[in-house]
């Protein structure tokens, strides 16, 4: 006679220690932009919990455990969040004394045959031992004359800076 036995493994979502709002509990152990300082408590989708926050180790389950262990070493965490936030702010003031010069293909009249964008920037300033991401670059629009520019650009959410970036033309056009 064979007995069946019922699988007892919850699927993924059920494992999950579920919000208020039916969501996903997590505990941010980074911070995360437009969600979270670390150590928050916050309710998400499952999915953004399965396939950003939990592999990119950005977030832990949110048990009492983790929760009273976020309560005693708080202090601690908006310590070292400060010193973060210091040191992103020095950098951009590094950034901001920089000047980025951009050859590119123009008119008589200035006009570019392209357009200058953030790829084109990052590049630049790759040059010059800054390593910046397409996204932490703010344009308004793409540059599309000869000139100087000043471009914001974001670190963090409360770091920002701006950069001079002058387009010019080609060398031998």
Do not use: C
Not at 87 to 101: C, F, G, M, N, P
Not at 103 to 120: K, M, Q
Not at 121 to 132: C, D, R, S, T
């Amino acid at each position: 006679m064979q007995i069946k036995v019922k699988n007892r493994t919850p699927s993924r979502s059920h494992r999950l220690p579920k919000g208020p709002g039916g969501g996903v509990e997590l505990l941010l152990i980074h911070r995360v932009e437009d969600l979270g300082q670390q150590g928050d408590v916050v309710e998400v989708r499952p999915g953004f919990a399965y396939n950003y926050l939990l592999p990119q180790g950005l977030a832990t389950f949110a048990t009492e455990h983790h929760k009273r262990m976020v309560e005693k070493h708080r202090s601690k965490l908006q310590a070292m969040e400060r010193a973060q936030q210091a040191d992103l702010r020095k950098y951009a003031l590094e950034i901001a004394k920089q000047s980025v010069t951009i050859e590119a293909n123009a008119t008589d009249e200035g006009h570019l045959y392209g357009s200058v964008g953030a790829p084109e920037i990052v590049a630049a300033l790759k040059k010059n031992e800054i390593h910046m991401k397409v996204e932490q670059i703010r344009l308004d629009g793409l540059l599309k004359e000869l000139g100087l520019y000043t471009v914001n650009f974001r670190l963090a959410s409360e770091v920002e800076g701006e950069l001079k970036v002058w387009v010019v033309p080609t060398v031998g056009a």
